[in-house]
């Protein structure tokens, strides 16, 4: 799993976990944070949040095209500070007033151009690593691993914006009450929910320490192609019809990966907005030890210690790591037992569980495809978006058996129905992070290696707008959210998902050709 990788990668991949440990952290509580702040309904809040999500995706486009042109590391630089310089916008406390609302969305568009700049072309770096024939053969492990570093930053954000909601709340004798619409509390939470914003800029300027300092380990893959013409260095020459077929493929490899989007990104809103009104927030039983942040790292460390323990050639490593899982396993026990008996807990604790399946579940997804690969079974990057596309369907139709029975949120008002076990939300985000382990990482790969080389920055940005248009398009089950039955909401992205996996199945041939 981790041989045969250039050690800038792991330079590469700590700078973006702590990029996206600020920016999920940021993510979890957005949504929350507009409706306690302004006032705003589900549907307002999920329309910016969508669009937001949309711009912040849409921006590596125009990140690609000036990378292009002066180079990837100067963009990932200047991404640094804007981000930075956003982030501290939104931490900075404001009024509730029309002011409050300018200083918000500028704070916003700033963190949007600067990731723009930064995402896409960190990735394009990545992929020049695995240009070396050396490591070519690597490719597709690396951006898995690639992927797994950006979600754990994901998987601990949820759980440190929860702790500074409940340690700002108990300063002034509040506790977490979804119920609670007092404004003197609101006041206090968005005020909680600011600190957040906070913890952005300090994890960003890890995140650029981290990149600055081990830079010599990749600084050689950051050359664009007309970098490299103009120093005499060898660039693969493509004809024009090969150019044309290749960027033929991305682009109805990016179609078709939109309505994956529109579907997946409703943890920070649709999914939400259920958790806040349907789902049971008392946690008791043996479930708690989903709701400990700490218990999860620790079995997720346990799968990467047993992988060691089975791969190592020594006995002293199998050694090793057996005892390593051992006492994995025993912290997590450790720290369940000490959980109180109920647990109380937040909408936002539910977004832990996608980063968490990721990172526990990627050896497991590299070890089902490398076994197949090895039998001569290798299974092609569009046909995994296909499969992927069905997956996600069927995480839809969980929370559709869910929602069976409930009160639709047009009838419940601002009364929550909080019965269901969180088992459900659950299921819903290991079936939907299976869908992404098929699609993102390998999608991104793709990229990588289809793109022509004078247009790596721009494809890069593509596949973004893909993910943008997607995002904006996540909104439509936030503004149906009090019109229409919870169970016609989830059965729309059901019939997305599901037509979307027909057209890929059926464009399958014809892209593996274009590619091959």
Request: aromatic residues 14%; positive net charge; charged residues 10%.
């Amino acid at each position: 799993m981790f041989e045969n990788q250039p050690k800038g990668l792991y330079a590469l991949a700590l700078a973006n976990t702590g990029e996206r440990f600020g920016y999920y952290t940021m993510l979890a509580i957005f949504a929350l944070f507009m409706q306690a702040k302004f006032g705003w309904t589900e549907s307002q809040a999920g329309q910016v949040y969508a669009i937001f999500l949309a711009v912040v995706y849409f921006a590596p486009l125009l990140g690609g095209i000036i990378a292009d042109k002066i180079g990837y590391g100067k963009c990932v630089t200047i991404g640094f500070v804007t981000m930075f310089l956003g982030y501290l916008g939104l931490a900075i406390p404001t009024g509730a007033d029309e002011a409050g609302k300018i200083a918000m969305f500028a704070g916003l568009t700033c963190v949007s151009l600067g990731t723009g700049l930064f995402k896409g072309n960190l990735q394009v770096l990545v992929g020049n690593l695995y240009d070396n024939p050396k490591y070519s053969s690597s490719r597709d492990s690396a951006f898995s691993l690639f992927y797994m570093a950006i979600n754990i930053g994901a998987m601990f954000a949820p759980s440190m914006a929860k702790w500074i909601t409940n340690l700002y709340l108990g300063q002034y004798g509040f506790v977490y009450d979804a119920g609670n619409f007092d404004p003197a509390y609101l006041k206090v939470l968005y005020g909680a929910y600011g600190l957040c914003f906070g913890v952005a800029c300090v994890s960003l300027l890890l995140s650029a320490g981290i990149y600055f300092a081990c830079r010599s380990w990749f600084k050689h893959a950051d050359v664009t192609a007309k970098q490299a013409e103009a120093a005499n260095q060898e660039v693969e020459e493509l004809t024009p019809k090969q150019t044309r077929d290749r960027i033929v493929a991305l682009l109805l490899v990016f179609a078709v990966v939109i309505f994956f989007w529109m579907a997946f990104h409703q943890n920070g809103s649709a999914l939400t907005f259920f958790a806040k009104k349907y789902t049971n927030l008392e946690i008791y039983g043996s479930m708690r030890i989903w709701f400990n942040i700490f218990s999860l790292a620790l079995i997720a460390l346990s799968v990467y210690t047993g992988f060691g323990a089975l791969q190592s050639k020594t006995m002293k490593g199998k050694a090793i790591c057996g005892f390593a899982t051992l006492i994995a396993w025993g912290g997590a026990a450790a720290l369940f037992l000490g959980m109180d008996n109920p647990t109380m807990s937040q909408p936002s604790d539910f977004q832990q569980f996608n980063p968490f399946f990721v990172v526990a579940l990627t050896p497991f997804s590299m070890l089902f495809f490398g076994l197949l690969a090895n039998k001569g079974h290798e299974v092609s990057a569009p046909a995994r978006i296909a499969w992927g596309m069905l997956v996600a369907a069927l995480g839809f139709a969980v929370i559709t058996m869910a929602s069976t029975g409930l009160i639709s949120p047009m009838d419940l008002g601002d009364k929550t129905q909080s019965i269901l076990s969180p088992s459900w939300l659950i299921s819903t985000y290991f079936t939907l992070t299976l869908a992404e382990l098929l699609l993102s990482p390998m999608g991104i790969s793709f990229v990588s290696k289809v793109a022509p080389p004078k247009y790596k920055g721009l494809m890069m940005g593509g596949w973004f707008v893909a993910t943008a248009i997607g995002n904006y398009l996540s909104s439509i089950p936030s503004m149906l959210w009090n019109r229409i039955p919870l169970m016609y909401n989830w059965s729309i992205l059901i019939a997305l998902c599901l037509i979307s996996a027909i057209v890929m199945f059926a464009l399958l041939k014809k892209l593996n050709k274009m590619t091959a």
